[in-house]
């Protein structure tokens, strides 16, 4: 069954740090586009239940949530959120993960420690994205999935972040989908599919891209 974030599934997940988005998911309209830029991307991945999940950026949990029947054992880490609050949500649905206080630029595992990772809206605001790609890629297994969604960045993207009270948005995101595009080789993966949400013709405001490593 392929994973997916419901409006039911997130229902009374509180906020946890200062960049969770998490209430912007539950908003009737902006909150569809939020769960449907992760949807897109969890449907590219194959049906299958993986043995060790990574999260790059965990926030309130609800991608955790939306992969507990995907895979036997999920890890997280995070700058900003408090694991306690995502422990006691996952232990209600009777799921677990082990969650760290971690940089992506300097992953806390071994070589080969996970055959799925995931993150979404993490890397549009690393400056040094060739660096987190390449730990992502050291802590996968050979033939390992990286599963990566960014927003479009550019000024009509900047404009709605404002338009639904996001500030600062052109403070925060300071890398392009395309830029990260360009050393997906170098730091060692390929493309296996993409997948984009287009609300409108020809109007790309997410990218998610399933990659395999090398």
């Known amino acids: 069954m392929t994973p997916e974030l419901t409006r039911d599934l997130i229902r009374g997940l509180p906020q946890n740090g200062p960049t969770d988005p998490i209430l912007f998911y539950r ?5 569809w586009l939020y769960r ?7 449907r590219l991945l194959p049906p299958r239940k993986f043995d060790s999940l990574l999260e ?18 999920m890890t997280g880490i995070d700058l900003d959120a408090d694991p306690e609050p995502v422990h006691r949500v996952l232990r209600s ?4 993960a082990d969650l760290h206080k971690a940089s992506v630029y300097e992953l806390p595992f071994d070589d ?9 809206s993490v890397f549009e605001h690393l400056h040094e994205y060739p660096r987190a790609l390449k730990e992502v890629a050291r802590v996968l297994k050979p033939k ?6 960014m927003p479009a960045v550019n000024l009509m993207m900047e404009a709605g972040f404002r338009a639904i009270g996001f500030k600062g948005i052109e403070d925060h995101h300071v890398t392009t989908p395309a830029q990260v595009e360009k050393v997906f ?9 993409k997948k984009n949400l287009m ?9 998610n891209t399933l990659l395999e490593k090398l």
């Open 56 to 73: 790059v950026g965990y926030g309130a949990g609800a991608v955790l949530l939306a992969m507990g029947s995907s895979a036997s054992h």
């Open 36 to 42: 449907e830029r992760i949807n897109i991307g969890l």
């Open 199 to 207: 609300p409108l013709p020809g109007i790309t405001v997410y990218y």
């Open 112 to 120: 080969g420690s996970f055959d799925l990772a995931v993150s979404f």
């Open 27 to 31: 908003r009737p309209v902006v909150g």
């Open 185 to 193: 080789s170098s730091s060692g993966f390929c493309v296996v599919k």
């Open 144 to 149: 390992g999935l990286f599963l990566l969604g």
């Open 93 to 96: 649905k009777n799921l677990t």
